[in-house]
T-cell receptor, first 109, second 114 residues
Framework: GQSLEQPSEVTAVEGAIVQINCTYQ??????LSWYQQHDGGAPTFLSY????GLEETGRFSSFLSRSDSYGYLLLQELQMKDSASYFC??????????FGIGTKLQVIP | DADVTQTPRNRITKTGKRIMLECSQT?????MYWYRQDPGLGLRLIYY???????NKGEISDGYSVSRQAQAKFSLSLESAIPNQTALYFC?????????????FGPGTRLTVL
């Protein structure tokens, strides 16, 4: 089976940098993705890593280490609108996608 | 217009009733998924379909069934609804030609079973 672990809540200050970690267990691995979900909304895709290293998209970056079964999402120059839940998701055997429980990020002034 | 639509957006029903949630997409994607979301439990996969003739169970398929009527339509049915099926349900699509991992979600259906 597949499982993921990520912190349930994180609080950070506006303008700061925050890192949300994700560890996973899976049989077969295709990639690790990150999604953002605002309260009352649908998840939206942020980033995807299939290979080790850092992927950068604007203020957001995502990192993957396949040997450590670990990844993180880095949010820079935090804004109040970044307050949301962030989910990591692993694509494993049979290309089946499993989501983590989500990390609720609160950005404070 | 939204690429992935779900109907209804909200539904209240009683225990034992049969209910169908519908999902339509205009993205032309072959792959479609149904998830349920509960507080503290994240998104859990109910069923997924890689094309019209390929339907697979997810991690929590008991009590649910699906129908892939066409490439663009994927319906989720609760044959006899029970209160612990009260949840937020999302449909999603993906395109393996681009990225298996990029899923596009519908707006969700909030289901309450009394």
């Amino acid at each position: 089976g597949q499982s993921l672990e990520q912190p349930s809540e994180v609080t950070a200050v506006e303008g700061a940098i925050v890192q949300i970690n994700c560890t996973y267990q899976t049989s077969g691995f295709y990639g690790l993705s990150w999604y953002q979900q605002h309260d009352g909304g649908a998840p939206t895709f942020l980033s995807y890593n299939a290979l080790d290293g850092l992927e950068e998209t604007g203020r957001f970056s995502s990192f993957l280490s396949r040997s450590d079964s670990y990844g993180y999402l880095l949010l820079q120059e935090l804004q109040m609108k970044d307050s949301a839940s962030y989910f990591c998701a692993v694509t494993g055997g049979y290309q089946k996608v499993t989501f983590g429980i989500g990390t609720k990020l609160q950005v404070i002034p | 217009d939204a690429d992935v639509t779900q109907t209804p957006r909200n539904r209240i029903t009683k225990t034992g009733k049969r209910i169908m949630l519908e999902c339509s997409q205009t993205k032309g994607h072959d792959r479609m998924y149904w998830y349920r979301q509960d507080p503290g439990l994240g998104l859990r996969l109910i069923y997924y379909s890689f094309d019209v003739k390929d339907i697979n169970k997810g991690e929590i398929s008991d009590g649910y069934s699906v129908s892939r009527q066409a490439q663009a339509k994927f319906s989720l049915s609760l044959e006899s609804a029970i209160p612990n099926q009260t949840a937020l349900y999302f449909c999603a699509t993906s395109d393996p030609a681009v990225s298996t991992d990029t899923q596009y979600f519908g707006p969700g259906t909030r289901l309450t079973v009394l």
